[in-house]
């Protein structure tokens, strides 16, 4: 079982940055694959980035390719999500997602994660 706690949401201007990041409880964060969704009002929760176990595989939605990057530190069991050149359309709630997975998969399906945290809101500017 893990836990999962987002931080490091707020309100930015159009252009700017944050980071993201999802701490994770227990001892064996490094058995799972993460994962980066979000949601935004009236729409449906979308994934954004993933990462793999080890962090080799990286996987992003088409259109933050570029502008966001995921990363993972599993000796201080944490994800980070580098979000940068941040438009309006970016606004939502992002969510940390955490699931066993084999070494080398990066899953980019909701259903695919079985452990969740709160979600911390983005809220870009124009």
């Known amino acids: 079982q893990v836990q999962l706690v987002e931080s490091g949401g707020g309100l930015v201007q159009a252009g700017g940055s944050l980071r993201l990041s999802c701490a994770a409880s227990g001892r064996t964060f490094s058995a799972y694959a993460m994962g980066w969704f979000r949601q935004a009002p009236g729409k449906e929760r979308e994934f954004v980035a993933g990462?793999?176990?080890?962090?080799?595989?990286?996987s992003y939605k088409d259109s933050v390719k570029g502008r966001f990057t995921i990363s993972r530190d599993n000796a201080r069991n944490t994800v980070y999500l580098q979000m940068n050149s941040l438009k309006p359309e970016d606004t939502a709630i992002y969510y940390c997602?955490?699931?066993?997975?084999?070494?080398?998969?990066?899953?980019?399906?909701?259903?695919?994660?079985?452990?969740w945290g709160q979600g911390t809101q983005v809220t870009v500017s124009s």
């Open positions: 997602a955490a699931v066993l997975a084999a070494p080398g998969a990066s899953p980019m399906g909701g259903n695919q994660y079985d452990h």
């Open positions: 990462i793999s176990r080890t962090g080799y595989i990286l």
